[in-house]
Nanobody, 122 residues
Framework: VQLQASGGGLVQPGGSLRLSCVVS????????IGWFRQVPGKEREVVSC????????YHIDSVKGRFTISRDIAKNTVYMQMNSLKPEDTAVYYC????????????????WGQGTQVTVSS
């Protein structure tokens, strides 16, 4: 099983990025996918999740209205569109997969991708 996260970069405040998580070895129909982020010295936190059915999504309050999680079953890829980025969104972003329902606790996710750095700075 592999999860390949990409799409990070340096962007000015107010800008946008789209992160992609290409999944192989499992199918999105059976796994919920979460996006997490981590900054040095802090715990990894959930940002957004999408259920295995695609019918349920979750976003933390600080990104509601700015970030949108979606998926393309045919490409076995999950996206997170990030708009109106703020300096406090700066972090390494990870995608992860788990069977069953979406969850906010990183410890219940079974598979993890490598991180992609997002830096929001002028």
């Amino acid at each position: 099983v592999q999860l390949q996260a990409s799409g990070g970069g340096l962007v000015q405040p107010g800008g946008s990025l789209r992160l992609s998580c290409v999944v192989s070895g499992i199918t999105l129909d059976n796994y919920a996918i979460g996006w997490f982020r981590q900054v040095p010295g802090k715990e990894r936190e959930v940002v957004s999740c999408i259920s295995s059915s695609g019918g349920s999504t979750y976003h933390i309050d600080s990104v509601k209205g700015r970030f949108t999680i979606s998926r393309d079953i045919a490409k076995n890829t999950v996206y997170m569109q990030m708009n109106s980025l703020k300096p406090e969104d700066t972090a390494v972003y990870y995608c992860a997969a788990k069977q069953g329902f979406i969850a906010s606790m990183p410890e219940v996710y079974e598979y993890w991708g490598q991180g992609t750095q997002v830096t929001v700075s002028s």
